[in-house]
């Protein structure tokens, strides 16, 4: 059957790049949705899925040869586009090929080098055959969502022992309940190894978010979900608010994901995993917002989803609706991908206030004896940090150095800090300033003035973005994120957090100006006024009050005159 589908020679193709592949005999002129993994043909103990097949002239698909040419060439808007137009049937070889692709261009680490794999199974379970016995999955996978997409047993077997050499690799993953059912799609198109290394990819990326490592990340996501759908879909969330005033709309939205990877059917899923394992989490967020849109419509149309058979659970409702989706993969992908003002700066600006919210709230909330441990020892420079910077500043004390350190990201704080530009050395020069300095994330930027006066900021983004296009081949004027924020150590201590911390309202475009360059000046913070602004040679410069931190002046006369500007970026950060 399957040959007739695909093709004797691309079958035996596909079929030689998965260890084993069992499709039900009795399915002529259908193609089975999804494909098994199985030890034998004894193995399969899920019921087939089958779908009617429609004959007739086949649309020119994109081949692997020419997407992988566009990757190698960077044209990755070109690649977005192929990905989101080209709809390849469930049981194409091409995604044996694609996927890998896709995630392994997220790859940081360089270690993945042929057999790495098999010696850390080899060091996680002391052998690598495969154990009859059950394998116990790591802490951070939810048991309640280990999906498996109709595996067999062997097939469940081997995502176990995926998660467990992922977890053992990757011990900062304290909670990813998404990983294990991400695990389970990637092994019906690809072998173990090669799904481990896609999840690695996955897992590593800096640029993209594809999988929450955290009970932080995963809040802060479905927070993200909950404040875009008040924007982008406010008649179904008024409709659910309305029909449900005793549930709380947080309940609902905390399993966004599920109705994506537990509801929709499986054709469904991989087209979305196309589009996702290149773009990130955006494609989730829009294809749920499509779900919540189509449920909402389906509510007041048909008597199954009245609001008495769905009041009492709504989250439970959407699954099931999920389920049987009344819309094609194509068109439910095409409704997401036409959704405007969703951009990825938009997303992100949601995401990061979102995050620094929560973590404002949560050191509120600690405990008095909490909150002095953490000022005393938790988040102070190692001895290590502050001889590096005795050793490369000439704007920074001990004493300065400790209160710089207390107002970083905590997660920063692990990192030894590296001089990547100093005046000093490197001399006055934008230019020289981009080389040295615009590929790393974060940096940390310190100005002494000539009248002694310090402050800088902590810029959250890579100075390369000023370079970055937008959707219409635009540059942004700014870029940046809400961890940003400015400092000064002399001679007043304060430091000025972004402003859209402080509460849910929402804040208008002069309020989210962070940063700003090109090749005649840098700019940090805008909206009536600049907060640092540095000219081409790094020699003047000026700071006015702004209203993206709400600060005043950095320096008493406003302008001022540059004697060393440093910048610091963090090692492995």
């Not at 043909?41 to 899925?49: A, E, L, M, R």
């Not at 002391?126 to 059950?134: A, C, D, F, H, I």
């Not at 290394?197 to 955290?214: H, R």
């Not at 006369?557 to 492995?572: Q, T």
Request: net charge positive.
């Amino acid at each position: 059957m399957v040959g007739k589908v695909l093709g004797i020679r691309d079958l035996e193709q596909f079929s030689s790049r998965r260890s084993s592949v069992y499709v039900d005999p009795e399915c002529d002129k259908f193609f089975e949705l999804p494909l098994f993994i199985a030890a034998s043909s004894n193995d399969v103990t899920t019921k087939c899925q089958c779908f009617q097949f429609s004959p007739g002239k086949e649309p020119a698909l994109r081949s692997f040869t020419e997407i992988q040419q566009l990757l190698q060439q960077g044209k990755k808007r070109d690649v977005k586009n192929i990905l989101r137009e080209n709809s390849w049937p469930i049981n194409s070889p091409i995604r044996s090929q694609l996927w890998p692709l896709l995630c392994g261009q997220h790859l940081t680490k360089q270690h993945m080098l042929d057999g790495f794999y098999w010696e850390m199974v080899h060091q996680v379970f002391g052998t690598t055959e495969l154990s009859e016995k059950p394998i116990m999955l790591p802490a951070f996978v939810d048991a309640i969502h280990c999906l498996p997409y109709h595996l067999t047993s062997t097939g469940r077997a081997v995502a176990d022992r995926i998660v467990n050499v992922l977890g053992y690799d990757c011990p900062d993953i304290t909670y990813s309940p998404v990983l294990y059912p991400i695990t389970s799609i990637l092994l019906h198109f690809m072998s173990e190894e090669e799904a481990y290394i896609c999840l690695a990819g996955l897992v590593a990326s800096k640029e993209k978010v594809f999988i929450n490592q955290t009970k932080l990340q995963h809040e802060v996501t479905w927070k993200t979900v909950m404040q875009i759908a008040k924007k982008h879909t406010k008649s179904a969330v008024s409709y659910f608010q309305r029909i449900c005033p005793g549930q709380k709309l947080e309940r609902v939205f905390m399993d966004w994901c599920w109705w994506i990877l537990a509801g929709l059917p499986f054709q469904h899923l991989v087209r979305i995993m196309d589009c996702f394992f290149h773009e990130g989490i955006k494609v989730l967020y829009r294809v749920a917002l499509v779900i919540l849109n189509l449920f909402h419509k389906e509510c007041q149309s048909n008597n199954e989803w009245s609001p008495d058979n769905i009041k009492n659970d709504i989250g439970n409702a959407l699954i099931k609706f999920c389920k049987k989706i009344p819309v094609s993969p194509a068109k439910l992908l095409h409704a997401a991908f036409s959704i405007r003002g969703l951009s990825t700066q938009y997303i992100s600006r949601i995401s990061i206030k979102t995050e620094m919210l929560l973590k404002s709230r949560s050191v509120l909330n600690s405990s008095s004896k909490q909150l002095i441990k953490s000022r005393s020892s938790d988040n102070l420079p190692t001895s290590q940090s502050q001889v590096n910077i005795q050793m490369m500043s000439h704007t920074l004390t001990i004493r300065e150095l400790f209160t710089l350190w207390s107002w970083l990201p905590v997660r920063i704080t692990m990192y030894q800090p590296k001089l990547l530009y100093t005046t000093e050395e490197h001399g006055c020069s934008l230019t020289t300033f981009y080389v040295r300095v615009e590929q790393h994330e974060p940096t940390l930027l310190m100005i002494k003035t000539c009248n002694n006066e310090v402050f800088g900021a902590y810029c959250s983004s890579r100075w390369f973005e000023r370079n970055v296009k937008d959707d219409k081949g635009q540059r942004q004027a700014y870029f940046g994120t809400g961890e940003t924020f400015l400092f000064s150590l002399y001679p007043e201590r304060a430091k000025y957090p972004w402003v859209g911390i402080e509460g849910d309202k929402d804040l208008g475009h002069s309020s989210e100006l962070f940063m700003a360059a090109d090749s005649k000046m840098i700019t940090i913070g805008g909206g009536e006024g600049q907060a640092i602004w540095m000219d081409e040679n790094i020699r003047f410069g000026k700071t006015d009050g702004c209203k993206t931190f709400n600060n005043p002046p950095l320096c008493p006369s406003g302008d001022f005159e540059i004697r060393v500007l440093e910048v610091y970026g963090f090692v492995g950060s």
